[in-house]
């Protein structure tokens, strides 16, 4: 896994949802980054342990309910990125630095989704 280029967050994704919602002050829109922010740590959280423990099937279930949310919330890299982890076909001694793409994936769009949405 390549280390993620800049850019983490579709904003279209998001505009989308905020216009179908008609989210005019954007205030839905912000609580549901709040829901995704705190599940995605979470998940986050069990992948780096279940990588740390080579459990290629754990970080996979993980994997699988970061990647929908992740898309929902426009960040199709880290979708892509726990798509491969879902799939995990490599060595599982190299499930660490997998997961630490990730990892730093969802930093940049967790950032990204803060400065999109009001505070």
Excluded: I, Y
């Excluded at 990647?67 to 890299?77: L, V």
């Amino acid at each position: 896994m390549a280390a993620p280029p800049a850019g983490a967050l579709d904003r279209q994704v998001l505009e989308a949802m905020r216009e179908a919602l008609d989210d005019v002050s954007g205030e839905f829109v912000a609580s549901l980054v709040t829901v995704f922010e705190t599940q995605a740590v979470e998940l986050m959280d069990e992948m780096g342990e279940a990588a740390q423990l080579a459990d290629a099937q754990r970080v996979g279930f993980a994997a699988h309910s970061l990647k929908g949310s992740s898309a929902n919330m426009g960040g199709n890299r880290l979708a892509d990125l726990c798509t491969e982890l879902e799939h995990w076909g490599g060595n599982p001694d190299d499930l660490p630095h997998a997961v630490a793409t990730v990892r730093v994936e969802l930093a940049a769009l967790l950032a990204q989704l803060r400065d999109f949405v009001p505070r």
